[in-house]
């Protein structure tokens, strides 16, 4: 992976949340500069090239930026050799349940951005349109599992035959690194100006029949990366 090229990447995606003031910047820098599931989404092309992508839980719209700013250094000419094709979103649209996330999205992006658009709103009950790829990032053990199901059932119903849906879960079978990973993960929560939510958490397995019985084909990854964290990326695609 280009090291240089990423760092530049950053520097131009985080630079938009200047404007939403330092928490807003240094938590997009923090995010996009060392999550490798970022990194991977556009090395492998994880969204198969989708130009409508919805992010639920889009917190601040770090993703948006970061696919955003891969699409403009592309332009002009910018891009790793042996990487995917570019992102060409033309429609970004996040959910988010936080109003202080969804106004550091504003203040980021403007109030009529041409691409971006997130709306304050609970992913459970919101509509979810007609996207290429659906993302939910570290998001989904925020809801009980019944909610979990029925949302993932609805993402099922609105991605055409061949679109993507990507999220990352924490394992509950990976013994003491799921428990690092919890304890972080509300320790991050209570830093955002957050209540400490209850987590609902499954095992890797469970999510992977739960997935492949909607009709999607599906593959993991660990994105822990060095830290004793228990990360799974599942890239999901309908059959």
Not at 4 to 16: E, G, M, P
Not at 22 to 32: C, T
Not at 158 to 174: E, H, K
Request: charged share 25%; proline share 5%.
């Amino acid at each position: 992976m280009s090291h240089a090229f990423i760092r530049d990447l950053v520097d131009h995606a985080s630079s938009r949340f200047r404007a939403g003031g330092p928490f807003a910047y240094h938590y997009a820098r923090g995010k996009l500069g060392h999550d490798t599931i970022f990194h991977h989404v556009l090395s492998h092309g994880l969204l198969g090239g989708a130009t409508r992508v919805l992010d639920l839980g889009s917190g601040q719209g770090s993703l948006f930026s970061w696919l955003l700013a891969a699409q403009q250094m592309a332009e002009r000419g910018h891009w790793p050799a042996g990487w995917a094709p570019a992102p060409r979103a033309t429609e970004l649209r996040g959910i988010e349940l936080m109003p202080a996330d969804v106004e550091r999205a504003r203040q980021a992006f403007g109030a009529d951005h041409p691409v971006v658009r997130i709306e304050l709103g609970d992913m459970t009950e919101s509509a979810l349109g007609q996207p290429e790829a659906v993302t939910i990032l570290d998001a989904l053990h925020y809801v009980d599992v019944d909610r979990q199901r029925a949302l993932l059932r609805r993402i099922r119903e609105a991605l055409p035959r061949g679109g993507v849906f990507l999220t990352r879960i924490g394992d509950a079978s990976a013994g003491w690194r799921f428990h690092v990973c919890n304890g972080v993960d509300k320790v991050v929560t209570f830093a955002r100006g957050h209540r400490l939510p209850r987590l609902h958490c499954r095992p890797l397995a469970e999510w992977r029949s739960d997935l492949e019985a909607l009709g999607f084909e599906v593959s993991h990854r660990d994105m822990s990366g060095r830290k004793p964290f228990a990360n799974v990326m599942l890239h999901c695609r309908v059959r």
